[in-house]
Nanobody
């Protein structure tokens, strides 16, 4: 039900815009997040957004200042804009959503909390 897209091959310093679309139903989860997983590494948190209330965002330190997460309720879409990309950003990027009805005072950063996952989109940054 979550579909991530927008990945590709980009040179170091370039930009990519990833999209996460909820198909088939209106997105009603409270938090939407992006994670990434590089070969041989564990899945790690990239950032998240309060989907239902206010649109507050939270970012991992390694993307802070060069990435922006935004939402479009009309399009049922969350976007991850990544700038100044580095080779170490190479990974498969996943979007994820919390279970409907679950609300958080602090938006979660652990993958295990998220109930719905997209299929992932590959981002490759060449040096």
């Amino acid at each position: 039900q979550l579909q991530a897209s927008g990945g590709g091959l980009v040179q170091s310093g370039g930009s990519l815009r990833l999209s996460c679309v909820a198909s088939g139903r209106t997105l009603s989860s409270s938090v939407i997040a992006w994670f990434r997983q590089a070969p041989g590494k564990e899945r790690e948190f990239v950032g998240n957004i309060d989907w239902l209330y206010g649109g507050a965002t939270n970012y991992a330190d390694f993307v802070k200042g060069r990435s922006t997460i935004s939402r479009d309720g009309a399009k049922n879409t969350v976007t991850l804009q990544m700038n100044s990309l580095k080779p170490e950003d190479t990974a498969v990027y996943y979007c994820a959503a919390t279970r409907e009805g679950d609300y958080y005072a602090i938006m979660p950063i652990h993958a295990s909390v998220y109930s719905y996952w997209g299929q992932g989109t590959q981002v490759t940054v060449s040096s």
